[in-house]
């Protein structure tokens, strides 16, 4: 067929750029059809994209258990998890920190907050249904331990996942026998099925990003994106600086050349920024870390799910910025030592963050509660959230995508 002949990334390149048409043209702003038409349309144009999304999640649980177990067993022994495990996380905690501290250095040097008048801006959200009573850091770490295994399922809690899943690729490594080995052949088994359903699930994938795209089009305040200009440009330009960030670190410490790294990955990166959603795209990035950037499936496997939720740059860049630009306008002044508890405070946040869509914005009320900045005004910047969610998961899955390339190359120099 016709469509075929044309490149993978160049059909999901092209959904995209329809996807954006279409939305603009069916945008409540341009009066094209009637709002009673246009919400007839919404589901229907929503309808690949919610396909695609669903298969992918339908898989998303049983191969982060299937690939972190079968990642920790593929290791030779405990000392060499431990090793990974120390690299992996010192490495996650570094490129967090400097991605905020890149939002926080941008957001005082633009001053996006000094440019806008909070009587410019319309309130889209009741900022009650975001706040959240902080709870303290040794219950949120105890509840890591699932106690029912089915809830941490059901609710898709990935780090419970990850934990569950590194206990049982220990369990294959230190009980090699009869017992083990039936388990162990199982995981395998259904590891092979999830990729096979990504494979159908990537056969859908343009179509999806077109229907995904047309759909969050019509849902941006266009009207409040001039209105935040300042705010958004920081953070897109924060993003950026986090990616030229990751582009050296894939060239120094990955030794692998940096566009080929960029052009290898831009069907995760485009995939991110239609679904707003890491954990959906996750099979996807092993598919490809696998396929494409030829890691091995141990470091892959171990790398990524863990990425998926404890590594958002782009989502700790925004909170960042998204801190101090509301601080700047209800005229708080952070000292130096706030601004570096800042950078703790965000550090953890990010990691506590969902790698669902909108989540980074709930996760930031949190943020705002405890540097006692008005919860409120986080209606300011929900407007443009969808946006910035779609540019800020671009930028988490690249982070992983980093990690996994320079993780690979750093265990193979230490063989
Ligand atoms: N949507 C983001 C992700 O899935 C999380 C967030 O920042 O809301 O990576």
Not at 15 to 40: A, F, M, N, R, W
Not at 211 to 231: D, R
Not at 322 to 339: E, G, K, M, P
Not at 396 to 404: F, H, I, M, V
């Amino acid at each position: 067929m016709f469509l075929t002949k044309i490149p993978f990334w160049a059909r999901i390149f092209i959904g995209l750029i329809l996807g954006i048409g279409i939305g603009v043209y069916l945008h409540p702003d341009s009066k094209q059809i009637s709002e009673s038409t246009l919400s007839i349309l919404l589901p229907w144009l929503k309808f690949p994209g919610d396909i695609f999304l669903n298969l992918l999640q339908m898989i998303m649980v049983p191969l982060v258990i299937a690939s972190v177990a079968l990642g920790v067993s593929s290791l030779s022994n405990m000392n060499e998890l431990y090793k990974l495990g120390t690299k992996v996380f010192v490495y996650f905690v570094f490129t967090t920190m400097v991605a905020i501290s890149i939002g926080v250095s941008l957001a005082i040097l633009i001053n996006p907050g000094s440019k806008i008048q909070t009587s410019e801006i319309a309130v889209t959200q009741n900022p009650s249904s975001l706040t959240r009573e902080s709870e303290p850091a040794a219950k949120i770490i105890s509840e890591i331990i699932p106690k029912n295994i089915i809830n941490a399922m059901s609710e898709q809690q990935m780090l419970s996942l990850v934990l569950l899943g590194i206990f049982l690729g220990i369990f294959f490594l230190s009980a090699k026998n009869d017992s083990s080995e039936p388990l162990r052949k199982f995981v395998q088994s259904l590891e092979s099925f999830c990729i096979w359903m990504v494979g159908i699930a990537m056969k859908m994938a343009p179509f999806a990003v077109f229907g995904l795209m047309a759909f969050a089009l019509t849902q941006i305040g266009v009207s409040l994106l001039a209105g935040l200009f300042y705010y958004i440009f920081t953070v897109l330009l924060g993003l950026v600086l986090v990616l030229i960030f990751y582009m050296v670190l894939v060239k120094l410490l990955g030794k692998k050349n940096p566009f080929v790294f960029l052009k290898q990955i831009r069907e995760v990166q485009i995939l991110g920024f239609s679904t707003s959603s890491s954990s959906s795209v996750l099979p996807i990035s092993l598919k490809i870390a696998k396929e494409e950037l030829k890691i091995q499936p141990k470091i892959a496997d171990f790398v990524l799910p863990l990425g998926a939720t404890v590594n958002m740059d782009g989502t700790a860049l925004y909170q960042a910025v998204a801190t101090i630009f509301l601080s700047q306008i209800y005229n708080i002044d952070f000292t130096f030592f706030q601004l570096i508890l800042l950078v703790f405070t965000v550090t953890g946040a990010s990691i506590g963050t969902a790698a669902t869509p909108g989540v980074g914005i709930v996760i930031l009320a949190s943020i705002l509660y405890s540097f006692q900045i008005p919860v409120e005004g986080i209606a300011i910047l929900f407007g443009v959230d969808r946006f910035l969610d779609m540019c800020r998961t671009s930028v988490n899955l690249s982070g992983d995508l980093t990690a996994s390339v320079i993780m690979n190359h750093l265990w193979k120099e230490n063989k």
